[in-house]
Nanobody, 123 residues
Framework: QVQLVESGGGLVQAGGSLRLSCVTS????????MGWFRQAPGKEREFVAA????????HYGDSVKGRFTISGDNAQNTVYLQMNSLKPEDTGVYYC????????????????WGQGTQVTVSS
């Protein structure tokens, strides 16, 4: 059974930092693009960041560029999202996802999804 399990969410003050983790299991994700998305209440799911299977390419949503960093550890089957200088508008449920469809950034390109972890940034 394929599983993506996120952790690391929580409550943080504006300007603070969090690091999210996504552990994969159930199959080999060696050639998958891994991504992070988020969804705030009443809003559509938003692309945050993606990393290619070999780690050589990354891409970020405009709202997080320069503040968030995506990275991966294939040996640990884990993808990370380091979030710095957090803002209240970063609040939402953060989802990890895996895509076998090349290096794309749209939600429909991703085949597997985690359950999400809540991030709340207070002002």
């Amino acid at each position: 059974q394929v599983q993506l399990v996120e952790s690391g969410g929580g409550l943080v003050q504006a300007g603070g930092s969090l690091r999210l983790s996504c552990v994969t299991s159930g199959r080999t994700f060696d050639y998958y693009t891994m991504g992070w998305f988020r969804q705030a209440p009443g809003k559509e799911r938003e692309f945050v960041a993606a990393i290619s299977w070999n780690g050589r390419s990354t891409h970020y949503g405009d709202s997080v560029k320069g503040r968030f960093t995506i990275s991966g550890d294939n040996a640990q089957n884990t993808v990370y999202l380091q979030m710095n200088s957090l803002k209240p508008e970063d609040t939402g449920v953060y989802y990890c996802a895996a895509s076998r469809n090349g290096f794309h950034y749209t939600a429909r390109s991703f085949d597997y999804w985690g359950q999400g972890t809540q991030v709340t940034v207070s002002s």
